[in-house]
């Protein structure tokens, strides 16, 4: 069974820093790639990195460029989210995805190519 368990989450204050971590299990890591995505109330889905296991390739969009980083441990089949210099905003849940085996050797990093999903840690940051 595929399982992604994610933790890390809570209150920060603005200008400060956050790791969240995605634990996963069920399936052959390395052949995959994570994406962390984030979503507040009354919004849309957005993804915030991705990042290929296989080869540690990663991608973020330019509202997270420079303050946010992912990396793996392949070792403890982890996916690591650090969060640097967090805008104040409203509370969001962040998720962890697996991207489906059919996105294999692409650059993807859609919700909708995802095919297993964590149930998110929520995390606010206060002004």
């Known amino acids: 069974e595929v399982q992604l368990v994610e933790s890390g989450g809570g209150l920060v204050q603005a200008g400060g820093s956050l790791r969240l971590s995605c634990a996963a299990s069920g399936f052959t890591f390395d052949d995959y790639a994570i994406g962390w995505f984030r979503q507040a109330p009354g919004k849309e889905r957005e993804g915030v990195s991705c990042?290929?296991?296989?080869?540690?390739?990663?991608y973020y969009p330019d509202s997270v460029k420079g303050r946010f980083t992912v990396s793996s441990d392949n070792a403890k089949n982890t996916v690591y989210l650090q969060m640097n210099s967090l805008n104040p905003e409203a509370p969001a849940v962040y998720y962890c995805a697996r991207r489906s085996y059919r996105f294999r050797g692409t650059r993807s990093c859609r919700a909708s190519g995802m095919d297993y999903w964590g149930k998110g840690p929520l995390v606010t940051v206060s002004s």
């Open positions: 990042i290929n296991i296989s080869d540690g390739s990663t």
